[in-house]
T-cell receptor, first 110, second 112 residues
Framework: KNEVEQSPQNLTAQEGEFITINCSYS?????LHWLQQHPGGGIVSLFM???GKKKHGRLIATINIQEKHSSLHITASHPRDSAVYIC????????????FGKGTHLIIQP | NAGVTQTPKFQVLKTGQSMTLQCAQD?????MYWYRQDPGMGLRLIYY???????DKGEVPNGYNVSRLNKREFSLRLESAAPSQTSVYFC???????????FGPGTRLLVL
């Protein structure tokens, strides 16, 4: 079973700061997802990546397959970025569904 | 285009009662999933359906059954609810098994 670890568990920062959230996993994967869970509970997929780097607006996700590590960066953070960010992986082989990290609770203060 | 919908939004059950959580998607997706989310733990896969007519167990299937009624609908049934099944349940769907998943709004279940 793949183990997915996220750090930090909690992060409070000031508006405008550059944010980095880390994710590491224990077993080879076919893809990694970054998800955002809003305070109201809804879950939205931000990125799915299997190599390299993806960018969407102020969000950047990178993955290093050899090191089994991914990072999510937020540039020019804003209070509306406050949410729980969740890393999840598709393991290789026939297994379906995702294995999730416990999430990083991010608060951006004005 | 509603995406993934779930009913009910909130439910209170007594131990031993049964209920069915409903999920529907209008994106013509093949794969559908049921997850549960508990405090201090990541989401965990209960059951999934890779395509219409097939279902498979995930990480925590005990105490649950599922039905893939058609391509749109995937229901989760608790035959005899237990307090350990108090959780928030999320349904999700994806085009194929390894694509981006789209989540429903969740069902908050309390078993007394």
């Amino acid at each position: 079973k793949n183990e997915v670890e996220q750090s930090p568990q909690n992060l409070t920062a000031q508006e405008g700061e550059f944010i980095t959230i880390n994710c590491s996993y224990s077993v080879g994967i076919s893809a990694l997802h970054w998800l955002q869970q809003h305070p109201g509970g809804g879950i939205v997929s931000l990125f799915m990546l299997s190599s390299g780097k993806k960018k969407h607006g102020r969000l950047i996700a990178t993955i290093n397959i050899q090191e089994k590590h991914s990072s999510l960066h937020i540039t020019a953070s804003h209070p509306r970025d406050s949410a729980v960010y969740i890393c999840a992986v598709h393991s290789g082989g026939g297994a379906d569904g995702l294995t999730f990290g416990k999430g990083t609770h991010l608060i951006i203060q004005p | 285009n509603a995406g993934v919908t779930q009913t009910p939004k909130f439910q209170v059950l007594k131990t031993g009662q049964s209920m069915t959580l409903q999920c529907a998607q209008d994106m013509n997706h093949n794969s559908m999933y049921w997850y549960r989310q508990d405090p201090g733990m990541g989401l965990r896969l209960i059951y999934y359906s890779a395509s219409e007519g097939t279902t498979d167990k995930g990480e925590v299937p005990n105490g649950y059954n599922v039905s893939r009624l058609n391509k749109r609908e995937f229901s989760l049934r608790l035959e005899s609810a237990a307090p350990s099944q108090t959780s928030v349940y999320f349904c999700a769907s994806s085009g194929t098994r390894r694509e981006t998943q789209y989540f429903g709004p969740g069902t908050r279940l309390l078993v007394l």
